[in-house]
Every structure is written in C-alpha cells, then in structure tokens.
C-alpha cells in the first residue's frame, strides 16, 4: 500500500528534496520502492502540485560525506528560504542522526497550482 507523511520539501537542483532518519516507514518503503509522489500545497490549501518519479536518496551509505554535507544543507535552505550555519553545531547532528535526503526528479507533474 501506498505510504504518506508530511515533510518539508523544496527545490532541489532538477527536482525537489526532503530530508528524513534511517528509521523511518518512508525511507524503509523508498528503498523497497523508489517510485514517490510529493504533493505541495499552497499555505491556505486551496493549490496543489504534484511530482510524481523516482526517489533518489543520499545518505552515508552511498554518498562522500563531504557531498553529503552539501546536499544537507542545499535541501534545507529552500524550504527555510535561509542559508543555514555552514558550521558543526550544523552538520554534526545531521552526521549523528545518520540523516539522509531524498530528491526526486519528476517525472510528472499536475494539480491546480501548475
């Protein structure tokens, strides 16, 4: 069955990112199943978009942790609209959470907001 949660998301290179823990259903079912749909509503609910492709994640598995540090970071000023500390007392506990970020390039896009 299809699984869904609320998450933070925005613009990300050629599609859009959102970040998570290792131990989430969402991640757990990503790697199981790559295919994702992110729907992005307006703030008064009244628009929508939807992406629809294949979920790539990053994390410290698969990925340079140097690189790793630049994507965190890059995936969470969108959704923030701010540039985040480039120091420790940042990176260290996406580090300590083992944290990844998932991008998904879509492959289709719709709702009332396009």
Not at 28 to 33: A, E, S
Not at 47 to 74: C, H, Q
Request: charged content about 25%.
């Amino acid at each position: 069955m299809p699984q869904m949660s609320i998450v933070t998301c925005g613009a990300y290179r050629d599609g859009v990112a959102f970040s998570t823990t290792v131990d989430r259903a969402k991640l757990l079912n990503l790697k199981r199943d790559a295919r994702c749909s992110l729907m992005v509503s307006k703030q008064n609910w009244w628009g929508y978009i939807v992406f629809e492709g294949k979920a790539t994640t990053l994390s410290p598995d698969n990925t340079p942790a140097d690189d790793l540090r630049d994507a965190m970071r890059d995936v969470y000023a969108p959704p923030t609209n701010t540039d985040h500390p480039t120091g420790p007392e940042y990176d260290q506990p996406m580090v300590d959470d083992r944290r990844p970020a998932v991008t998904v390039v879509p492959a289709q896009i719709y709702g009332t907001a396009v």
